[in-house]
């Protein structure tokens, strides 16, 4: 069956600090993966997604990047870190065969910038 | 378009039910529904394709009217696990990515 890891679990940031969010995906080749942050109380908001190694398409300007350079390794980064990164960051995964697939989200991250 | 889902919060008694609705300004090929409960990943529920299927989960049930851009999303005789918040995800594109509606609050007590 397939699995989604994310980690850490939970993470505190000084401001203007580098961020590295790591989500991996066990028993299933070629995802999709998404990358989702949830302000307090509020919905959820897609970042990136890609469709296959290397393959990033960001849905909102920020401060935030992705990467992916594994099939089933998908990486969230800042260079530096700004209190409005604040969230709850979601990974997850569809499988890759067009529309009509249902997402599968990782535990998530809860990032705390001080 | 983010979908509008209505209403914002509910609260219900152990036993009642409660209709949670998703509108979309744009023609969508599906709608997801998701519960997450507090402090937890959202989990997937069930998918209703263009076709207006009804689909069931327990005694959750979904129905979605392509015509109208709206799918509802059925509680019968909630229980206290039925608690949490109930995200509609529609999907119109290519991609498959779904845009989320800001969420349903349901309360049940006992």
């Known amino acids: 069956s397939q699995t989604i890891h994310q980690w850490p679990a939970t993470l505190v940031q000084p401001v203007g600090s580098p961020l590295s969010l790591e989500c991996t995906v066990e028993g299933t080749s070629n995802p999709n993966l998404y990358w989702y942050r949830q302000a307090a109380g509020r919905g959820l908001q897609l970042l990136f997604y890609?469709?296959?190694?290397?393959?990033i398409s960001s849905e909102v300007p920020q401060n935030l990047s992705a990467s992916r350079p594994q099939d089933r390794q998908f990486i969230l980064s800042s260079k530096k870190l700004l209190l409005s990164d604040s969230g709850f960051y979601l990974c997850?995964?569809?499988?890759?065969?067009?529309?009509?697939?249902?997402?599968?989200f990782g535990d998530g991250t809860r990032l705390s910038i001080l | 378009q983010q979908p509008v889902q209505s209403p914002q919060a509910v609260i219900l008694r152990e036993g009642e039910d409660a209709v949670i609705n998703c509108s979309s300004s744009?023609?969508?090929?599906?709608v997801h529904w998701y519960r997450q409960k507090h402090g937890e990943a959202p989990v997937f529920l069930m998918i209703l394709l263009k076709g207006g299927e009804q689909k069931g989960h327990e005694k959750i049930s979904a129905s979605f009217n392509e015509k109208k851009q709206q799918s509802s999303l059925y509680l019968t005789a909630s229980q206290l696990s039925y608690s949490g918040t109930y995200f509609c995800g529609t999907e119109g594109g290519s991609q498959g990515n779904l845009i989320f509606g800001k969420g349903t609050k349901l309360s049940v007590k006992p």
């Open positions: 997850a995964w569809s499988v890759l065969r067009g529309r009509g697939q249902p997402q599968h």
């Open positions: 890609s469709v296959g190694i290397g393959q």
């Open positions: 744009k023609a969508l090929y599906s």
